[in-house]
């Protein structure tokens, strides 16, 4: 499950999720593709977690499949 899978699993949408954790729109949709690593402070981790209603682990699990995602043809 990748990070846009587990956001829409959460029912939320992506200027919520800026919102909540003080960042832009496009960083967001930037993880989500895999252009980007999330850079986060250790607040926005855990907020990120609480959002998204899941584990460290399935977040980290999430943001590495988003990132293979972008690397595949």
Do not use: H
């Amino acid at each position: 499950m990748n990070l846009r899978a587990l956001r829409k699993r959460a029912g939320l949408i992506i200027r919520n999720v800026a919102r909540e954790l003080k960042c832009s729109e496009s960083s967001i949709r930037n993880w989500e593709k895999g252009r980007t690593t999330p850079m986060m402070e250790v607040w926005q981790v855990f907020r990120l977690r609480d959002l998204y209603q899941c584990t460290e682990a399935e977040l980290v699990d999430a943001v590495n499949e988003s990132m293979l995602e972008e690397t595949q043809p």
